[in-house]
C-alpha cells in the first residue's frame, strides 16, 4: 500500500537553530514530493516540491528539503528556525505513472514548535 | 491571481441532513480535489474532478459525491449526515507543474 510516514508528531527547537522535519514515504515508481504547511484554521500552503533533478529543493520561506531515493525519505529542513514558523507541516506524495490525477497521499502531520 | 475560495466557511448541520459545499479554484486550473481532515484520520482524499470528469476517488460512502462545472467550480454533496463528517473540508486545485493551492476550508459541525 502506498503511504507517506512522518514519525514525530512533535518537533521542538530553539530560536535561531537548525530544523528538521522527517519524512519517508512508499510508494512504487518516481513519485512527486510536496511539504505543505498549515497554520490554525488555514488551508494548507504549499511550501516546496521535488519531482526531478537536484536531490536538495529549495523552497518558500526559507525552508528547503533533501530528496534521498534509496532511503525513500524526504525530510524538511531550515538553517535558523523562526518563532513564526511554529504550525503544522504536511509531508504528501503524489504517486507518479499510476493515472494522470493529482490525488495527494499525506503523511499525519508534525507539529512544529519553536520557542524563543 | 486570485486564490482557491470555498464557501462556506463555516457550517453546521443536524444528522440525518445534507450539504453542499463550493469551490472555485484558482483561473485557468482545471482540476479540483477535495480533502477531508480530521484530528483522528488525517487529511484524506475524497475525490478529483477535471474538465467535468471525476478523475479519481478516495475510499469513501456513497454518501459523499461531487461534480464540476464548465467554468472549474466545484461542489461537493454529502446526504445523510452523520457526526463522523464533522471535519474540515479542503478543496484544491492544481498547478500544471503539480503542486496543489488549497482554499481556507469549509468548516462542518454536525450535531
Redesign the interface.
Known amino acids: 500500500a502506498q503511504s507517506v510516514a512522518q514519525p514525530e508528531d512533535q518537533v521542538n527547537v530553539a530560536e535561531g537553530n537548525p530544523l528538521t522535519v522527517k519524512c519517508t514515504y512508499s510508494v512504487s515508481g518516481n513519485p ?1 514530493l ?1 511539504w ?1 504547511v498549515q497554520y490554525p484554521n ?5 511550501l516546496l ?1 521535488y ?1 526531478t533533478g537536484d536531490n536538495l529543493v529549495k523552497g518558500s520561506y526559507g525552508f528547503e528539503a533533501e530528496f534521498n531515493k534509496s532511503q525513500t525519505s524526504f525530510h524538511l529542513k531550515k538553517p535558523s528556525a523562526l518563532v513564526s514558523d511554529s504550525a503544522l507541516y ?1 509531508c504528501a506524495v ?1 504517486p507518479a505513472g499510476v ?11 508534525t507539529r512544529l514548535l519553536v520557542r524563543p | 491571481k486570485a486564490g ?1 475560495t470555498q464557501t462556506p466557511r463555516y457550517l453546521i448541520k443536524t444528522r440525518g441532513q445534507q450539504v453542499t459545499l463550493s469551490c472555485s479554484p484558482i483561473s485557468g486550473h482545471r ?1 479540483v ?1 477535495w ?1 477531508q481532515q480530521t484530528p483522528g484520520q ?4 475524497l475525490f ?1 474532478y ?1 474538465s467535468e470528469t471525476q ?2 476517488k ?1 475510499n469513501f460512502p456513497g454518501r459523499f459525491s461531487g461534480r464540476q462545472f464548465s467554468n472549474s467550480r466545484s461542489e461537493m454533496n454529502v446526504s445523510t449526515l452523520e457526526l463522523g463528517d464533522s471535519a474540515l473540508y ?1 478543496c ?1 486545485s ?1 498547478h500544471p ?9 469549509t468548516r462542518l459541525t454536525v450535531l
Do not use: C, H, M, T
Open positions: 512527486y510536496f505543505y488555514r488551508g494548507l500552503q504549499f516540491k519531482i504536511f503524489r493515472d494522470s490525477s493529482y490525488k495527494l497521499i499525506f503523511g499525519s502531520g | 482557491v482540476s480535489s480533502y488525517g487529511l484524506q482524499f478529483e477535471f478523475r479519481n478516495g479542503l484544491a492544481s507543474g503539480g503542486e496543489q493551492f488549497f482554499g481556507p476550508g
